[in-house]
């Protein structure tokens, strides 16, 4: 074959948006970078957190899929040239490709609780069913073996005032408030402060009412502190927010900016480094910001909205349109009406709220309240099949068109996000009125 008729070098394809794979890496490349990432962030691991991850790790050691509330999952599909693309596969779907790969060709991300599929991790090996797994399991904490490493990890601070619990699974979803949105450090040292939020307060704030807060820490304090806006004596020892060795000194997986709005600030998320079309995250909470972070979240934005709506946070997906984009009046939508006054309610008059409310809620628009969190948010979750899924989608431009503004620093465009009209919250929540008989 003539010099000048060599067939051209295939280039690497384009990578998958939110996937976190880098352009041109393979999944060995790949692999090591989060090897190396993970290790820094296992230095800075407390017991307890180190507890929570062992017990996935052991519930992954079972070799079954992951079910709807499990890990996530990533398949490395094979391209022209040889490349592999990471690709993230639906959960629903994650059993039906499970049994592609051996085991071999598959690795479990602790830290991140996610799977990764790839022929090339064993590419000699034929994929064969597992011999034994439990499909039904979807939740690792209920495991035997996951309670014994949780109680090995805890004794491994005999100072640790949180070692003797004995609702685990409850335990670790206290856990997770406590670390992940207080940033919240047992001292090594005793504490003396005269300000602490009464206990059954302190349980109110971390979102069980049944939780006890151990004698021995001052988790009151640092909430006491944490209300009044007054950290300034005791944040080094309590709270991550200045220490070094915290998840917060570790590399984000988004951009972070702030928008001055009014009387109040917002918080916009994107993913890190992305110039791409597709949507941010809007959020009022700083907290929620700080979770976020702390988590490692926003490498794949569909798991982050996804999280935030499982969790009820309020955030909303927004898109950048043109400043002079005039939002159209929504549609209008029939209430529950008005009563007499004296009016009882009775069952007929709930059962037909009801009707109407998830009706509503599985309408186009209804989908919306997913994202305004609190009761709102719970009651679209309980009445919407597949919340999660639905919550990843795109709205049509039709919905966008009578969507809420929020001004940006660029005054050539606006944020731009679905909205509920006060008629269809009330709707939501169940209100109508009902007549006083005093006339004014």
């Not at 090995?152 to 335990?171: I, S």
């Not at 490498?299 to 996804?306: E, K, S």
């Not at 159209?328 to 109407?356: C, E, H, W």
């Amino acid at each position: 074959m003539p010099a000048d008729s060599t067939p051209p070098a295939i280039s690497f394809p384009a990578v998958e948006r939110d996937s976190d794979q880098k352009h041109g890496e393979d999944i060995h490349a790949f692999m090591k970078r989060c090897r190396l990432h993970n290790e820094k962030r296992a230095q800075h691991e407390t017991s307890e957190a180190r507890g929570w991850r062992l017990a996935q790790e052991n519930h992954a050691a079972k070799g079954g899929p992951p079910g709807k509330k499990g890990a996530h999952l990533f398949i490395w599909e094979e391209e022209e040239g040889g490349f592999f693309i990471r690709r993230a596969c639906n959960c629903t779907d994650a059993a039906e490709h499970w049994d592609e790969f051996m085991s071999n060709q598959r690795i479990y991300d602790s830290f991140l609780n996610q799977w990764d599929l790839c022929t090339a991790l064993a590419p000699n090996e034929e994929a064969e069913p597992d011999e034994m797994y439990d499909d039904d399991d979807d939740s690792y904490e209920t495991g035997e073996r996951a309670t014994q490493v949780l109680e090995q990890a805890y004794n491994l601070d005999r100072e640790n005032p949180y070692r003797d619990v004995d609702n685990l699974p409850g335990w670790q979803e206290v856990l997770s408030t406590i670390l992940h949105r207080f940033g919240f450090e047992e001292p090594v040292a005793p504490i003396s402060s005269s300000r602490e939020m009464e206990r059954k307060a302190c349980a109110w704030a971390i979102g069980d009412e049944s939780y006890t807060v151990p004698d021995a820490s001052v988790l009151p304090t640092f909430l006491q502190h944490l209300v009044e806006g007054d950290l300034r004596g005791f944040q080094a020892e309590l709270c991550d927010l200045t220490s070094p060795d915290s998840d917060l000194a570790l590399e984000w997986n988004v951009d972070v900016e702030i928008i001055s709005q009014q009387d109040k600030k917002l918080y916009l998320i994107r993913p890190r480094g992305s110039e791409a079309p597709g949507p941010s995250i809007l959020l009022e909470s700083a907290a929620t910001v700080l979770q976020i972070i702390r988590l490692g979240w926003g490498h794949d934005f569909a798991h982050l909205i996804r999280e935030l709506v499982e969790l009820g946070m309020e955030f909303h997906p927004s898109w950048k349109k043109p400043a002079n984009h005039v939002p159209l009046a929504p549609p209008s939508i029939n209430t529950l009406g008005r009563r007499p006054a004296s009016y009882k309610p009775t069952f007929v008059d709930f059962g037909v709220y009801v009707q109407r409310r998830d009706a509503f809620l599985r309408s186009p628009r209804g989908h919306v309240a997913l994202f305004y969190g609190g009761i709102v948010g719970r009651l679209a979750r309980s009445a919407i099949p597949d919340f999660a899924d639905i919550a990843c989608l795109d709205p049509s431009e039709d919905i966008l068109k009578t969507g809420a503004r929020v001004l940006s620093g660029n005054r050539e465009e606006v944020l731009w996000h679905e909205a509920l009209t006060p008629d269809e919250i009330n709707l939501i929540c169940g209100v109508y009125s009902v007549e006083t008989g005093t006339f004014i």
